[in-house]
């Protein structure tokens, strides 16, 4: 479904990813796993047009979107849920969900989407005219996450989901990325957090200095010794 091939890309002048190439095959969870700066955020900008590839190319479904802009890009079916939420905190949860769902595909049907979207999401259903600003940071991400299905994507990409929440917060959202992916949605995760993605993937590829280090089935990655050393600290 999607294919990152052979691809340069950075800031400027500065090269940040180093002939990256990656493939997520529809209905799969795919990981992406590294340190602090490693350039996970920089592979999803690259694939949702924020970044275009110095060499090298983008392909989703057999096109090549490395070119298109990023509302193009979000019209092919590709929805990032970014690092940090990004929600619009005076406006109530459910403003938030419905702002999810401009995407052409997604407008006509909303009503139906938001239904559906809310069972998978039960609280954000009693929670529906707060403030986005009045909730916890785990029910955020939740209706971060919520939103992005609005756009009734194809591929949903999720960066650090974990990022800033209580371990047991951390659970309840990979629970419900678990959720989302028996829905038969394919999704694509960049986290620090290795333990609990792998948990939740099928395949992980393992980035390092902004170059593909590894890549395996999730639970061959969790018995790999690098792995195991550099970010499961056994
Ligand atoms: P993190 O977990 O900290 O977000 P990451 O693996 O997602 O890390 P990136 O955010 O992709 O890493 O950053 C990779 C490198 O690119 C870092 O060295 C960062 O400083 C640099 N970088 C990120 N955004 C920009 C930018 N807009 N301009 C210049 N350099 C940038």
Same mark, same amino acid.
């Not at 092919?76 to 619009?88: D, K, S, V, Y």
């Not at 949903?156 to 829905?183: N, R, T």
């Given at each position: 479904? =999607? ?9 400027g ?5 180093? $002939?990256?190439? =990656?493939?997520?095959?529809e209905?799969?969870? #795919? /990981?992406?796993?590294?340190a602090?700066?490693?350039?996970k /955020? /920089?592979?999803l900008?690259?694939?949702?047009g924020l ?7 983008v ?9 298109? &802009? @990023? ?9 990032? *849920?970014?690092?940090g +939420?990004?929600l ?17 595909d997604?407008?006509?049907? +909303?009503s ?9 999401? @039960? ?6 005219? &707060? !403030? ?8 955020? %991400? ?8 609005m756009?009734?994507?194809? =591929? ?11 371990? *047991?917060? #951390?659970e %309840? ?18 986290e &620090?957090?290795?333990? !609990?993605?792998?948990?939740?993937? $099928? ?9 593909? #280090?590894?890549? $395996? ?8 010794? !690098?792995? +195991?050393?550099?970010?499961l600290?056994?």
């Amino acid at each position: 479904m =999607l294919e990152v091939r052979n691809v340069d890309a950075g800031y400027g002048s500065t090269v940040i990813l180093q $002939d990256v190439s =990656l493939r997520v095959e529809e209905g799969e969870v #795919v /990981t992406i796993v590294g340190a602090n700066g490693a350039g996970k /955020t /920089t592979t999803l900008r690259t694939v949702s047009g924020l970044v275009t590839p110095k060499t090298g190319g983008v392909f989703f479904e057999g096109e090549e979107i490395s070119k298109l &802009q @990023p509302h193009d890009v979000v019209d092919r079916g590709i929805t990032l *849920i970014p690092e940090g +939420r990004q929600l619009f905190p005076d406006m109530s949860v459910r403003e938030n969900l419905l702002m999810g769902a401009h995407r052409r595909d997604a407008r006509g049907v +909303r009503s139906e989407t938001l239904e559906e979207v809310l069972g998978l999401f @039960p609280r954000l259903g009693e929670r529906l005219d &707060q !403030h986005a600003s009045s909730l916890s940071g785990g029910e955020q %991400q939740m209706v971060a996450i919520a939103r992005g299905m609005m756009a009734r994507p194809r =591929l949903l990409m999720f960066d650090e989901p974990s990022l800033g929440l209580a371990p *047991i917060i #951390v659970e %309840q959202v990979f629970d419900v990325i678990s959720k989302v992916a028996a829905s038969g949605m394919t999704v694509l995760i960049v986290e &620090q957090n290795v333990w !609990h993605t792998l948990k939740a993937a $099928d395949r992980g590829y393992v980035l390092e200095n902004g170059e593909m #280090v590894l890549d $395996d089935a999730a639970d061959a990655l969790i018995e790999n010794d !690098h792995v +195991r050393q550099a970010y499961l600290g056994i």
